[in-house]
């Protein structure tokens, strides 16, 4: 066996021990949010996710929990399946913890809050370089939970609408299931936080299925309100 491979082998098992000795608040091991005693952890893991976080080394999410969109920005409260090319010991399924960080082997905490999949794998390879020769990360959105759209007022659906992808006001509209017949159409607004402060947006649907501006059919905010009076 070469020397240089040894000695990458040897650095990762070093750096492993080294990591679960230490111990992590958010994680135990390399086997995602589990207690000491191998179990899930009520106060952690969302009863109704229904996806195993924590799963396994070899186990897999459902596919159809996946996101597609390379350019969705990672929120609190997402599930991110991370794993290392033939290093069965780094792989993991966790959850964005409330501050927007995140812990894994080797690695230590990060941040992930409002980044792409792609920038938090770019990150976790510097940081497991140091321990992997050329390390091959792939980085999965698997849940999402942060991205959520208010809709309420004179709507057919009222209520939240949580997506893996960017919206605009049409399309929240139509998942909402569109207009009720007694809704003010000029009056809609879109009401969002700027600095902690409440804005309005206005919307008004009646000029846009006249074919007027559509320039209105704004991309909304994790966090917007959408008020139809």
Known sequence: ?????????????????????????????????????GTPSPAVVPPDTGLPWGTPVGGTLPAKARVEDPAYLIGPEDGLEISVWKE??????????????????????????????????????????RFVADPEVTVSVVRVSSYRIYVIGR???????????????????????????????DGIQIIRRVDGKPVAIPFDYSRIRKGGDLSQNITLRSGDVLLVP
């Open 1 to 37: 066996m070469p020397l240089s491979f040894r000695s990458s082998r040897a650095g990762l098992l070093v750096g492993l021990l080294a990591w679960t000795l230490a111990g992590c608040s958010s994680l135990d091991g390399v086997t995602g949010w589990f207690g000491r005693s």
């Open 155 to 185: 709507v057919n659906r009222p209520g939240d609408i949580t997506v893996g992808r960017n919206i605009d006001v049409l399309q929240a509209l139509s998942l909402a299931g569109g207009l009720t017949p007694f809704a003010a159409e």
């Open 88 to 129: 069965e010991q780094l792989k993991s399924t966790t959850l964005v913890r409330p501050d927007g960080g995140i812990s894994f082997p080797l690695a230590g905490d990060l941040m992930v809050a409002g980044r792409t999949a792609a920038q938090v794998r770019d990150e976790l390879v510097k940081r497991l370089a």
